[in-house]
């Protein structure tokens, strides 16, 4: 298998991948969101998780990009380098932000249906 191949073999994955994440969201999504006290739940569990993960990133973002500033340095990392550096560990903090917003959308639908039984 040639580079070029393996690249787009590479690509095709992760492009079924995500397709799999999303038929699986919207599927989840589409279930009942329970009874007013669980969606209250759902809603704080949320709130509480996102300002968890807001205080956790903007401390663990400043670490990231101080140390990618400073290995751009020691290496001698310049220009385009010392950028992709940075942009990354902005990047790699940015694509967390879904986690905490499905499971505790999902929460309530998937508890749902056991607690009505």
């Given at each position: ?12 994955a ?9 038929l ?12 007013e ?7 704080a ?6 300002a968890?993960?807001r ?21 001698g ?11 990354s ?13 499905g ?9 749902g ?5």
């Open positions: 298998m040639s580079t070029g191949q393996f690249e787009l073999l590479i690509l095709v992760a492009l079924v991948g995500l397709a799999y994440a999303g699986q969201t919207a599927l989840v999504l589409r279930e009942d969101e329970g009874n006290r669980m969606r209250e739940i759902s809603a569990i949320r709130e509480g998780a996102i968890f993960l205080r956790e990133y903007t401390f663990v973002f400043a670490v990231a990009a101080v140390l990618a500033i400073i290995i751009a340095f020691a290496f990392i310049t220009g385009d380098g010392g950028r992709l550096a940075v942009g560990s902005l990047a790699s903090e940015e694509a967390r932000w879904p986690g905490p917003w499971w505790s959308s999902a929460s309530g639908r998937t508890s249906p056991r607690r009505m039984r």
